[in-house]
Every structure is written in structure tokens, then in C-alpha cells.
């Protein structure tokens, strides 16, 4: 299982070579900012849910980035995965990888939707080591080309239409006013073809 731990240490105000981790406008201030160190771990964990220890682990600090998420994204997409702070994700996978030599273990790395990356599903293709990802983006499958506009269609509804293979009850605990339910999720899969996305280098 891979995820990242934010620590915040704003109320050390002497310490240095933290990341800003957020910047929010708070109510006597018109810029509020959250400092601290970013720490991403893989953690290996049995089929029946022993934790077995830490497979690889790093922690760093992040550049300040534009202010204007418009203008910080747009620079984010002109830079090669290698070169993103989500690169985090594919070098966990690949040291996981790496670590675990073992042919008679089948190793599945689980992430939450911060791992939904083109690349990430490329590298577990390349390196025959399996993911588990919860979708983040609603993205079009199936197209016959990468810029095919007239082919493909919605990964939401694509997946609606396959049969469901079976169901599981998770018990919701209560959360302020909102009160406990036991919620019911659908179990579907299927293959589909994922392109690369439009600023991806072929």
C-alpha cells in the first residue's frame, strides 16, 4: 500500500528547509501558510491484512510553487514525469519492485486516486508489477487514436454497463450530523484500452 504522510511543523516557526504544504487565506490573515515535511511510504501487507513492514519510504521537501493554480498547472504539464512531484509513485513501485525478487510472490501495489497517472499504469505494464488505483479522472477509453475525437467513450459509464460480478457491505460510521448506514458497493471489472494522454511524449 502506498500513500503520503504530510507532517506540519508550522508551530515551529525557527525550524528550516520545510515545504509549504498549503497556502490558504485564513480570517485575520490574507495568506495563511502550512509548513512542513512530505513523507511517501510503501507498506507490505498480507493477502489477510498483516502489516509485514516498510518496503521503501522517503521523505523531502517540495519547491514553492506559482501562487495561481492555473498557471501552476500549465507548468506542470510541460515537465517529464521524472521531473513532478508525483514521480513519487513510480519510483515507490519500481524500489518495490526491486526489493521483492521473489517470483513466487505476487506483489499488488494499492493506491488511493493521487496514483490515477498515465505513466504509473505504463511503468506496472512495463515492469509486470500490478496495480490497484482508484480512479480519479473520468477520462475517454477505447479511442481508436490518441486524438480521435469521434471513437471512445466515459470511463463512468463504461463501467455501468458491465454486469455486476458480486457485492460487499461496508459499515459507514457516523460523521457529525450525517448518521451511520451500511452502504452497499458493486464489484465490475472489464479490459479497456487507455491512451496516452495529449501531452504525453510517444
Not at 113 to 118: H, L
Amino acid at each position: 500500500a502506498q500513500d503520503t504522510t504530510y507532517f506540519n511543523y508550522t508551530s515551529h516557526p525557527k525550524t528550516e528547509g520545510l515545504s509549504i504544504l498549503t497556502t490558504k487565506k485564513g480570517i485575520n490573515t490574507q495568506r495563511r501558510l502550512t509548513k512542513g515535511l512530505i513523507m511517501h511510504s510503501s507498506l507490505a501487507i498480507s493477502s489477510d491484512g498483516l502489516p509485514l513492514g516498510v518496503l521503501d519510504q522517503k521523505t523531502y521537501c517540495h519547491e514553492e510553487k506559482h501562487e495561481d493554480r492555473k498557471i501552476r498547472k500549465a507548468q506542470n504539464d510541460l515537465l517529464p514525469i521524472e521531473e513532478k512531484e508525483s514521480f513519487r509513485w513510480l519510483e515507490s513501485l519500481q524500489n518495490t519492485k526491486d526489493t521483492l525478487l521473489d517470483e513466487k510472490i505476487t506483489v499488488v501495489t494499492v493506491c488511493d486516486r493521487e496514483a490515477d497517472i498515465y505513466d504509473f499504469f505504463l511503468l506496472s505494464h512495463k515492469i509486470q508489477s500490478p496495480v490497484l488505483v482508484r480512479a480519479k479522472s473520468n477520462r475517454v477509453i477505447n479511442k481508436k487514436t490518441t486524438y480521435s475525437k469521434k471513437t471512445g467513450e466515459k470511463l463512468w459509464s463504461f463501467m455501468k454497463k458491465q454486469s455486476c460480478q458480486d457485492s460487499i457491505q461496508v459499515k459507514i460510521p457516523k460523521k457529525e450530523q450525517i448518521p451511520s448506514r451500511l452502504a452497499t458497493l458493486e464489484i465490475r471489472f472489464c479490459e479497456f484500452k487507455l491512451n496516452p494522454p495529449f501531452n504525453h511524449p510517444n
